[in-house]
């Protein structure tokens, strides 16, 4: 069974991962990994922290020459910044009476969080709910991607919407090769939605957006229409809405479906020589819980960053007085980091669920299992 745990905290040593039952014989490009992780920091609308990290991944365990030994894979991606937080942040020992943060954010996990664990500061919650995590999700997915690469099955995305901007047109895979700026394809669009992050930075505002995922080369039958716990379009998205700030996840037509007639959503079937053929894919590769061997497309919005320089109104919990939110530091917009890490953790789920029927200790025999498949 694959399966990905994280760790660390925003300012701590680091952010850590442990990837179970990726099979023997994976060949890793390490230089991709990196990539990705310097792609989930870079982005119009990033603040000042992305100037102190540049996150590269250390492979500490389940790997020997570049190829994976069949044992669980141990990352690391260190934190820069915590050599300017080690006096507050050292697990050996610190200062915890600076740095606190009560005057809670509404919308980031503060106050809940404060609730929950019983904690007078909410620095003791929200530096794991920092999506700072995500960087240990991006370097795991990167490697889940390169399994699902040696079967020919490619995940791609890109962004559709940052705050009002939004780009509708139908794109084909081969089309989707976003910009560096914002993930965007068409680049008046991209212009038009960096403005819109300039405008928000000098009002001391925030702004989210939409993310559309494709996945191409996955064959028919993944996922399982017998249990609800196997349904791919559930797991999927899980594994979208367990990313930071992600609100909304939807599969093929999505919230479009509900308001059309079935013969406007259903894709009709046409005689071909092996299996019947579709002409349309409004069901985003997903019939009954399971894939239909068509193209899978999801989307996923994520709503604009909860820390505001200008500050929401809330309460300071350390005197129950009214209060401005504490500003730390903040995004304007991280709307490609968040199509990154979207790419990765569909990539972890996507490896999970095709480990789960095909198994394979080795990479060879996942592949000739996987070819196999009619
Ligand atoms: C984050 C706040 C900012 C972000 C951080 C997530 O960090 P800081 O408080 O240090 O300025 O930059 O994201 C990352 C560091 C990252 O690598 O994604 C938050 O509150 O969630």
């Known amino acids: 069974m694959m399966r990905l745990s994280t760790a660390g ?7 850590f991962a442990i990837l179970e039952g990726i099979p023997a014989g994976l060949r890793l490009d390490l230089a991709a990994i990196d990539a990705a992780l310097a792609r989930r920091g ?14 590269r991944v250390e492979i500490l365990s389940g790997v020997r020459d570049l190829v994976t030994l069949g044992s669980p894979i141990a990352l690391a991606v260190w934190n820069r910044d915590y050599e300017n937080w080690k006096a507050y942040m050292a697990p050996e020992g610190c200062d915890t009476s600076a740095r606190k943060l009560t005057k809670v ?6 106050l809940t969080g404060m609730h929950k664990f019983a904690q007078e500061d909410a620095r003791n919650v929200l530096e794991r709910a920092s999506a700072r995590e995500t960087a240990a999700r991006v370097a795991a ?3 889940a991607r390169q399994l699902l690469l040696a079967l020919g099955v490619i995940v791609r995305g890109y962004v559709r919407g940052v705050g009002s901007v939004s780009d509708d047109k139908i794109y084909s895979f081969e089309e989707i090769v976003p910009s560096p700026v914002l993930g965007m394809l068409d680049p008046e669009k991209e212009q038009a939605a960096c403005r819109e992050i300039d405008t928000c930075k000098a009002e001391g505002d925030t702004l989210g957006g939409t993310v559309e995922l ?3 080369g996955l064959k028919s039958g993944f996922g399982s229409c017998m249990t609800y716990r196997e349904k791919l379009d559930a797991r999927l998205c899980g594994a979208l809405m367990s990313v930071q700030a992600i609100k909304g996840a939807e599969v093929g037509l999505g919230f479009e479906a509900a308001e059309r007639r079935g013969s406007l959503v259903h894709d009709e079937l046409f005689p071909a020589e092996h299996m019947p053929v579709r002409k349309t894919n409004h069901a985003g590769g997903i019939e009954g819980g399971m894939s239909n061997g068509e193209e899978i497309v999801l989307r996923a919005a994520m709503k604009p960053i909860p820390t505001l320089m200008k500050g ?6 350390a005197t129950g007085a009214p209060a401005v939110a504490a500003p730390e530091r903040s995004d304007v ?3 490609l980091a968040c199509e990154t890490v979207l790419e990765s953790v569909l990539a ?6 095709v480990l789960e029927r095909l198994g394979g200790d080795h990479m060879e025999a996942l592949r000739q299992r996987y070819g196999a498949l009619s």
């Open 105 to 110: 954010r509404p919308g980031h996990a503060d």
């Open 141 to 143: 997915g990167e490697i």
């Open 348 to 353: 972890t789920e996507l490896s999970a669920v």
């Open 312 to 317: 929401l109104r809330t309460v300071d919990m």
């Open 214 to 216: 494709r996945v191409k």
């Open 9 to 15: 905290e925003s300012h701590g040593k680091g952010v």
């Open 42 to 55: 870079s982005g119009y609308g990033r603040g000042g922290r992305q100037k102190i990290e540049s996150d």
């Open 333 to 335: 917009c991280a709307i």
